[in-house]
């Protein structure tokens, strides 16, 4: 692979403006990478340059950038022109978890560009299989899903669908160490990935001790976090285990496994915050309510806590792998 | 509740000497309680000591101490005598999963201690419901369930039995206070209660994927490390989606759960692991394999860590609650 050495002379696409979207086109702007933004509606421009902007100081604040804000917004073109991706080596669509509409942007995206262009996915949601029997070049189509902010997060999932051909996923797997990601790599496309689904394991099983009335959401959320939150930035659950001396946890599995929830449908207090139009800190109203103030005070605190915890984890790098 | 002003006045008796006894019974001193530890086996003395030293210094490190080292040991009495519990107002018992032991430790405490004396268990595993049948007051008795290291989180889940006193529970949580904890109250004694059964329920889908083939043990913790460790030390799981504006979870919800695992029987991974008589880091065999200096560095390592997190956390309490 000729271009290792020079990844970042590399141009790239990114489609769709929304916060994940500015945040992974932010990352590859700090990479060195010379990006296309697509808005594939024109409401989508609204508020993206605002955004990028923020998060790119967001960055320089935490010491990410080599050069000056201003230097990256340079290397910056937002559009609404599929065209403009024509030079691109790697487009990554980040638009909503809707199948038709993403294949909609594949096909735009393949009009304009050449056949050796990798198109990369966010969904975590949707099989890399499904979608990739809808684009026109299937072995170029691969899964790379990010964490937001994903210019401060070691996090990345590159994921291979039936047809993604083995050397695409190498290369994206050298490209994202360029860009100091941390991937994994997943051979078998199974619905939700390794992280979703461990944490959508956690989630079906908070809303059936929520609804079975044992523990408050303030006493769920607070369990999880002054637990968990401890140690998961040090290591992962196999290697706490080894942590914790191994004894107990055959006895708790027997246990245990057997009285987790096991449902299969949506949990009705998810069903009635969608009937409410609840959309969290967008509008103020989710499982918690909040004004505006408050709102901005937690995105404001939490921009601070990532920088924060960003640099501590790159403190405490793997020891034993 | 006339103690409240005068807690640290109380003498407390933790009974069991492994790490997370001790661990729990330096945070007691730290919290200016006179504490007696016992060994219910000889063998349970030896580290003992030395362990408490150790921990007493880390938290000396952390900045946790207002005395000296010396002034906490000066507060600490070991015994293998039960009596030594007799002028506890509150025992924690910490000693093995296992029913007949743990019903064997209940009846000595009660011999030598007054009626009104509370006994606490750190199961994380057997309902307080089922160990409170072999006590002589269940009213007094109640699961007080600690994370380690004890002195350095701020995690507590207060569980209450069927038999239990709201009096009792009312108390035990405000002591919790006093000892700066944020305890999670769980009114129904679920097995496993809160955080254990969200983090089994990863445990359990994670090794699926495992054994599925699905994506390799090392990238399975990278996962779950670097995306939930960027996050859940600054907020919990309804928050998050919150977050994160709630629009995609309902369909992801619909999509993910039916493909989740639901086994009730212990992986396959697990049992080999305790077959081979694997003890983690204890014994260099796990999950992953240790020299003796890679688990001496891990550890160190950890305690380092421990202190950096308990501090950031410090500096992002809850906006809205």
């Given at each position: 692979m000729k271009e290792n050495n020079n990844f970042s002379s590399l141009e790239i696409g990114v489609v769709g403006l929304g916060l994940m979207g500015t945040s992974i086109l932010v990352s590859l702007l700090v990479s060195g990478h010379k990006v296309i933004g697509i808005a594939p509606l024109p409401a989508d421009m609204d508020g993206a340059m605002d955004r990028i902007e923020s998060q790119l100081n967001h960055a320089a604040e935490a010491g990410l950038l080599k050069e000056a804000v201003s230097h990256y917004l340079g290397r910056l073109h937002l559009s609404?022109?599929?065209?403009?991706?024509?030079?691109?080596r790697l487009v990554q669509e980040c638009v909503t978890e809707v199948i038709s509409i993403k294949t909609e942007v594949y096909k735009k995206i393949n009009k304009h560009t050449a056949a050796s262009t990798i198109i990369a996915t966010n969904t975590s949601a949707i099989p890399i299989s499904e979608l990739q029997e809808n684009v026109k070049f299937p072995s170029q189509f691969i899964g790379i899903h990010w964490a937001e902010p994903a210019y401060m997060t070691r996090f990345l999932e590159v994921t291979k669908g039936a047809l993604t051909d083995e050397k695409t996923a190498e290369w994206v797997l050298s490209l994202s160490y360029s860009w100091k990601k941390e991937p994994t790599y997943l051979k078998k496309d199974i619905r939700g990935f390794v992280t979703n689904r461990m944490l959508y394991a956690v989630y079906r099983e908070m809303f059936a001790i929520l609804e079975n009335g044992e523990a408050s959401m303030e006493d769920i959320d607070k369990a999880f976090r002054y637990d968990a939150g401890s140690w998961i930035t040090y290591m992962g659950l196999f290697k706490r285990m080894d942590q914790l001396g191994l004894s107990d946890f055959k006895e708790i599995f027997d246990n245990l496994f057997k009285e987790l929830d096991n449902s299969s449908t949506v949990p009705p207090t998810m069903q009635e915050i969608v009937i409410q139009k609840g959309k969290g800190i967008n509008n103020g109203k989710g499982f918690y309510n909040y004004t505006k103030k408050e709102a901005a005070a937690w995105e404001e605190a939490f921009k601070s806590f990532n920088h924060e915890i960003f640099q501590l984890a790159a403190q405490y790098p793997e020891l034993n792998q």
């Open positions: 609404e022109d599929y065209n403009k991706l024509k030079h691109c």
